[in-house]
């Protein structure tokens, strides 16, 4: 049986090593490195399927945890799919809920069976375990589902991840073995272990002779310096098969997206461009600005004049800045709009670098343009 998801790879950068790729999923392909917006509750928030494929968006994520308890798997089954429900028929990948539990609620108690925990909405007793966040990813039908792991904190002891890691392994296989649907949903494992190498090699080793079509590579941007997070992917990329997708977990700043592009990495997630949207806080060409701020109420020209999204081609600054100050919800459609599409251009870019053999180059540019070299 060929797998539901597979990785046909195009060429590597001769710079930096960073991969040019396609993913191929039952509702179509992508290229990578890609970056997925996040749609938690089978929406990106503020945003249209029809806008998302205008800002060429290949695939986006959603989460187990939030749609199981609203509005149910159920539901979303009997709709015919999540890919029906939400009218979106490009690939979408289901974070397994693991990291949602560790994230969002408070009182949890970690089992061998699974997670115990309350609802963060009401305070209902749940359990989430490999079994149960296969089922819902099953009832969903996304093109990728995740397995149930978890996600230590930043920082952890050596002696708490290693028995994380193994429990994580041991989890991983009861995910493949209750998962019902490997002809169309492929099933990534998730490699933990923090910033320990040791740890890292032997999380990569237990999933890999597991067999999963993809891997990604969780436990980071929780909080460690940049300089970990680097490090962590570059001993970790290379235990990984060359032959899938490498997905890089809950990782979106621009710096990060390149620097995670340069170690080999295929797939990238974050709430990062909306969340930061909601505020007034955009990301341009030039670096970071929000434009709630007073200079912008009599500046007419576009948000980033090298754009050309929806928002920089018809709206100035002066607009949204008003808006946003007006607590109008066009408001935030614009910013989210103008900060995804800057994130999918970016990754346009990167991958147009990679195939002229120049990521390096690009990255120094676009870091001394962007602010990040400096002090
Ligand atoms: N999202 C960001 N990091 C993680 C992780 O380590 N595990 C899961 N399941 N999701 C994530
Ligand atoms: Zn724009």
Partial sequence: MTPAVTYEHIKTCKQTGARLGIVHTPHGSFETPAFMPVGTQATVKTMSPEELKAMNAGIILSNTYHLWLRPGN????????????????????????????????EFRNIKE??????????????????????????????DIMMAFDECPPFPATHEYMKSSVERTSRWAERCLKAHQRPQDQGLFGIIQGGEFEDLRKQSAQDLVSLDFPGYAIGGLSVGEPKDVMNRAL???????????????????SPDS????????IDMFDCVLPTR???NGTLMTSTGRLNI???????????IDDKCDCYT?????????HHLIRADETFGIRL????????????MGQVRQAIREDRLGDFREEFFEAYGFNKP
Avoid at 238 to 248: G, I, S
């Fill in 74 to 105: 159920d539901v979303i089954k009997e709709a015919g799919g999540l890919h029906k429900f939400m009218n979106w028929d490009r690939p979408i990948l289901t974070d397994s809920g693991g990291f949602q539990v560790f994230s969002l609620s």
């Fill in 113 to 142: 069976e699974g997670v115990h925990f309350r609802n963060h909405m009401n305070g209902d007793k749940l359990f989430l375990s490999p079994e149960k966040a296969m089922h819902i990813q099953n009832d969903l039908g996304s």
């Fill in 234 to 252: 570059e001993f970790t990329t290379p235990l990984m098969p060359a032959d899938k997708p490498r997905y890089l977990m809950g990782v979106g």
């Fill in 257 to 264: 997206l390149i620097d995670g592009a340069i170690r080999g």
């Fill in 276 to 278: 930061i949207a909601r």
């Fill in 292 to 302: 709630k701020n007073a200079a912008f109420k009599r500046d007419f020209g576009p």
């Fill in 312 to 320: 920089c081609k018809n709206y100035s600054r002066a607009y949204v």
């Fill in 335 to 346: 910013t989210s709009y103008h900060n995804l599409q800057f994130l999918l251009n970016l």
